[in-house]
């Protein structure tokens, strides 16, 4: 191996090493790149029919910019109000809380948990 390879490998290692991303192995051995994100904010939608939520957070504290997201959430997705499971269709526009989500998911980000807090 060159020099130039090592030192190519060992930098393909540490970033994908330090990346918030994560992969992970479809069932048909296909690599997928899942890259989480938690945010704070509150359920401005609840779409039972399509399984979704659009969830809106501060996207910038400096600028006071607030951004929605349009979340996919299956059935997997764990959902916790005061401590106890809870369904989608216990959601309700202006709860607030917290969502992790996959934001690489396609063909919309997937929420893993919501945390709905009083």
């Not at 945010?39 to 401005?44: A, E, K, L």
Request: hydrophobic letters at 40%; proline letters at 3%.
């Amino acid at each position: 191996m060159t020099s130039k390879s090592v030192v190519l490998l060992l930098s393909l290692i540490a970033i994908l090493g330090f990346s918030p991303s994560r992969a992970v192995f479809a069932e048909d051995d296909t690599l997928v790149m899942e890259s989480f994100q938690t945010v704070s904010g509150s359920v401005t939608e609840v779409d039972t029919d399509h399984k979704r939520i659009t969830f809106r957070w501060m996207a910038d504290d400096l600028r006071l910019q607030y951004q929605d997201v349009v979340l996919d959430v299956p059935d997997t997705c764990v959902i916790t109000k005061n401590s106890e499971t809870i369904e989608l269709t216990d959601l309700e526009s202006g709860d607030s809380g917290t969502v992790r989500f996959d934001e690489n998911a396609q063909p919309l980000p997937k929420a893993s948990s919501i945390t709905i807090t009083e």
